[in-house]
């Protein structure tokens, strides 16, 4: 069963074709990837998926409703988070405040920054955020400054944030990009074992080959704005035009 589905899309930014004619699934409960050099379209096909951009033709539906011509908060709600490339926290908050806050949109089913002023005595939201925190190994770090963690910290934190409002779609957006290898192989196991505990799908943008090939079920490459192919991982390492293209004799 597909829960996102995307037929047709195609976007040009002035003279340049950023998407052709794209057709895409992503089979719910699977970890999906989107990969290809600079400039195949993956970061525009993202935001294609969360409503920053609007196609010039084709449909994107997520579990058979339209996204297109929604504003990200209401795709959001609809149950789609997503992980930039930086991690987006509140760096002048401490991190059980930064957990607070998704909590607190979750239950009020809105996100509006002044939120921040209300935190205090909300007790449940507090149990919540401590409870998630907990779960993602970060109990020990609730009272520390968001801008004093590591990279790899923040991320974390971020992943947080965004399963505190119960997507069931997930995209992150070169998760591990800046990372330490330490750092990465955390993330790795950290999705691997949202994977398993949450009841959600992941689709992943990421150029690490060995975070690629660690997590997904499927993969679809792109080239300039269109899919190359779409296949298991072991099939794609052996397909020798994506070999050529884009993996190389990367370790895996």
């Known amino acids: ?12 930014f002035g003279g340049l074709q950023a998407l052709g004619d794209v057709n895409l699934n992503v089979q719910k409960n699977t970890v999906h990837a989107i990969i290809g050099p600079n400039g195949a379209g993956k970061s525009t096909l993202l935001n294609c ?3 920053k951009l609007i196609p010039d033709s084709g449909s994107v539906m997520f579990d058979g409703q339209s996204v297109l011509g ?24 401490t991190v059980m405040e930064n957990m607070m806050i998704p909590c607190l949109a979750h239950r009020d089913g809105a996100f509006e920054m002044n939120a921040m002023v209300s ?21 020990d770090k609730r009272h520390m400054e ?31 990009a800046g990372m330490a290898r330490a750092d990465t192989n955390n993330t790795i196991d950290l999705l691997k074992q949202i994977k398993e505990t949450h009841d959600i799908t992941i689709a992943i943008i990421e150029h ?13 490459v792109l080239a300039q704005g269109t899919p190359l192919v779409e296949d298991t991982p072991d099939n794609i390492k052996g397909h020798p035009k994506v070999r050529e293209a884009y993996l190389g004799e990367a370790q895996v």
């Open 70 to 93: 929604k504003k990200p908060h209401q795709i959001n709600q609809m149950g789609i988070s997503r992980v930039f490339q930086t991690p987006e926290i509140f760096t002048d908050l």
């Open 208 to 220: 690490d080959m060995h975070v690629v090939f660690s997590l997904s079920e499927r993969i679809t």
């Open 1 to 12: 069963m597909n829960i996102l589905e995307v037929k047709g899309v195609s976007k040009r």
């Open 146 to 176: 968001a801008s004093a963690m590591s990279r790899g910290d923040k991320r974390r934190l971020e992943i947080a944030m965004c399963l505190a409002q119960e997507p069931r779609l997930l995209l992150l957006d070169e998760p591990t």
């Open 119 to 139: 935190l205090a005595g909300q007790k449940d939201i507090q149990e919540k955020a401590e409870e998630a925190l907990a779960d993602m190994g970060m109990a």
């Open 49 to 51: 998926f969360v409503g």
